[in-house]
């Protein structure tokens, strides 16, 4: 029987570092780098970067259901990032590295608003905007993979729990 996999898009500043942490986890089949959100058809990253164009840096994660599920993938996305930075991760500022979860259905928006309620009762002023998903756009090859091809740690991103 074949078994269809699920999708998660979300943009947490600089999507080398968010695409490094996504693929650590089990049931994560593909983590692939982006761009969402903006006005132009099929942007190139140097146009991404002019900030003219309104798209985030993102990734789009393709799982097995079967051993993940979307608020496991939410809740990393929350504690591999700060989600309470306006347009900036880390040294990397710009509209193109806000905090943002694009979703597909109803169910992961719901997820994604619990998820960010539950931040905001622990203190922290959320930033993450809530956006229905739209065209992703596959970065350049050389965007794909980033750290593992360069045999380096993200220097963006790191994990800090946030969730019990």
């Not at 982006?34 to 900030?51: A, F, L, M, N, Q």
């Not at 970065?139 to 993200?154: F, S, V």
């Amino acid at each position: 029987m074949i078994q269809s996999n699920d999708m998660a898009i979300f943009a947490g500043g600089c999507f080398w570092g968010v695409e490094y942490y996504m693929k650590k986890l089990p049931g994560v089949i593909r983590v692939e780098s982006g761009y969402i959100g903006g006005t132009k058809e099929d942007p190139t990253y140097e146009e991404v970067c002019t900030g003219t164009t309104g798209h985030a840096e993102a990734v789009q994660i393709t799982y097995d259901p079967q051993k993940m599920d979307y608020e496991t993938l939410a809740k990393r996305f929350f504690e591999i990032h700060d989600p309470t930075h306006v347009n900036h991760q880390g040294p990397d500022v710009g509209e193109q590295y806000r905090s943002e979860v694009f979703y597909s259905t109803p169910e992961q928006k719901q997820i994604a608003e619990k998820l960010i309620n539950q931040l905001k009762a622990k203190g922290y002023k959320v930033a993450t905007q809530l956006t229905p998903a739209t065209t992703f756009w596959p970065a350049e090859d050389y965007h794909q993979d980033y750290y593992t091809r360069k045999g380096t740690l993200p220097y963006c991103h790191g994990y800090t729990k946030r969730f019990d």
